[in-house]
């Protein structure tokens, strides 16, 4: 049971004496009944607060203002000194209703409940990352020009607000491979189900739980985000962070994890949801930085831009055979040379898509160094691919989107699973 929908539960539980009163004698006498729906709200307020915006809140919230309604002139009865208890006919039936309403909300609390967190088989250790105070000298440069035709700029503006959080397997990771994931939407202070799942297989985690400076109301930017996608029938999924302050920080925060962390390690890129085009601008501007880079996309998703032969595609119910629809970027045909380029930067010969390289001979001294490889994982738009722990978080919204419970948070977990079986190829 997890704290959400405990913290529900109580919610509720507050309500049930102020809605049984009538029918009990024990309790019309309890003068100051009619203090909890309020006491009931105040709690709901401080979920929202505390832990977050589900959409299931919304409906619990207005059954408790209903109830408070109800309960106004018998709490200014008790303010006033005067007896609460008298109960009409109308009033009885109203009780009658909204215990009605009750049931069906506490059937809803259940229904929607979020998904209980995994379990690892061996203990993590998490940590904060741990950066410098200021950013790089090219971020300071792209923020002193936008602060350029300010009277007096903010100075504070220099700091990398991009939070994560380092996560190893207790006794340290047996694995030399450092994975940068940039997934979780909505921000948490927690490592999420992907990021445990890879540092229980072995692997060092840098997971960035933060993109922007929290918000009053956590979830609260996703859900924003949702009203967008409300109606459509295609091209349902999240607008990319393209804010290019945002971006500058991204690239800083990659720069700095990656030098801190990844010494004599190959390093990973895991990113999805409003990170792929962040991810993919980092990447082909600074092509080597990275071993491999792993997109999760939706069907309905547009591949990252990346040069030509940068990309590879697997989708979910075989991810280790190419897709069969690919997109201009990897429809050439593959030469022999092309083939023996990708196997030799640790892809699957058999997978890679590349238009054709020149003819020079693969051991040439004088040939470039081989482009960063893409894989962009392609999953149907039920998983809701890009959404962060939405299915896990949030069933009913989840259902509104067309798809519907992550049990067991099975989607992380087939995702974690198509990662490593991309990374052992290097």
Not at 121 to 132: A, C, G, N
Not at 197 to 215: H, S
Not at 335 to 343: F, G, P, V
Not at 368 to 385: D, G, K, T
């Amino acid at each position: 049971m997890t704290d959400l929908l405990l913290s529900e539960l109580v919610v509720l539980l507050l309500l049930l004496p102020v809605l049984l009163r009538p029918f009990s004698k024990s309790l019309k006498k309890g003068r100051a009944i009619p203090i909890l729906p309020f006491l009931s709200l105040f709690v709901c307020i401080c979920i929202i607060i505390g832990q977050g915006i589900v959409l299931y809140l919304f409906i619990l919230v207005l059954f408790v203002l209903i109830v408070c309604l109800s309960e106004i002139i018998r709490l200014i009865a008790f303010f006033q000194g005067m007896l609460n208890d008298f109960y009409g006919i109308a009033s009885m039936m109203l009780r009658i209703v909204l215990l009605c309403l009750f049931c069906g909300v506490a059937y809803c609390a259940f229904r929607f409940a979020p998904e209980a967190s995994i379990r690892t088989e061996y203990p993590l250790t998490v940590r904060s990352i741990e950066l410098t105070d200021k950013t790089n000298a090219g971020t300071d440069k792209y923020i002193a020009e936008q602060t350029a035709d300010s009277a007096s700029p903010n100075s504070s503006a220099l700091r990398n607000p991009i939070e994560g959080l380092l996560i190893e397997r207790q006794g340290g990771a047996d694995k030399k491979a450092l994975v940068i994931i940039a997934e979780t939407f909505p921000y948490a202070e927690r490592p999420e189900t992907l990021a445990s799942l890879l540092a229980d297989q072995g692997y060092t985690v840098a997971e960035i739980t933060r993109l922007k400076p929290r918000g009053l109301i956590p979830r609260i930017e996703l859900y924003r985000k949702l009203l967008h996608l409300v109606g459509k029938k295609e091209q349902r999924y999240l607008i990319k962070e393209d804010d290019p302050q945002t971006a500058a920080f991204f690239a800083d925060f990659l720069e700095q994890t990656v030098a801190r962390y990844g010494r004599n390690k190959r390093i990973f890129l895991y990113a999805e949801g409003i990170y792929t085009d962040l991810a993919a601008h980092f990447c082909t501007e600074n092509p080597g930085v990275f071993t491999g880079v792993f997109f999760s996309l939706s069907e309905e998703e547009p591949l990252p831009s990346a040069p030509d032969g940068w990309i590879q595609t697997m989708r979910e119910h075989n991810p280790e055979l190419p897709s069969e629809d690919n997109s201009a970027a990897d429809t050439t045909a593959v030469s022999d040379a092309a083939s023996e380029q990708a196997a030799g930067a640790g892809g699957n010969g058999s997978a890679e898509t590349a238009p054709a390289v020149s003819a020079a001979p693969a051991t040439a001294p004088t040939q470039p160094e081989r482009p960063l490889p893409f894989c962009c994982y392609i999953r149907p738009y039920s998983e809701l691919a890009g959404f962060g722990q939405l299915r896990a978080e949030d069933a009913l919204a989840a259902e509104l989107l067309g798809s519907g419970r992550s049990i067991g948070r099975q989607d992380k977990a087939a995702a974690a699973a198509a990662f490593n079986r991309y990374a052992l190829l290097f």
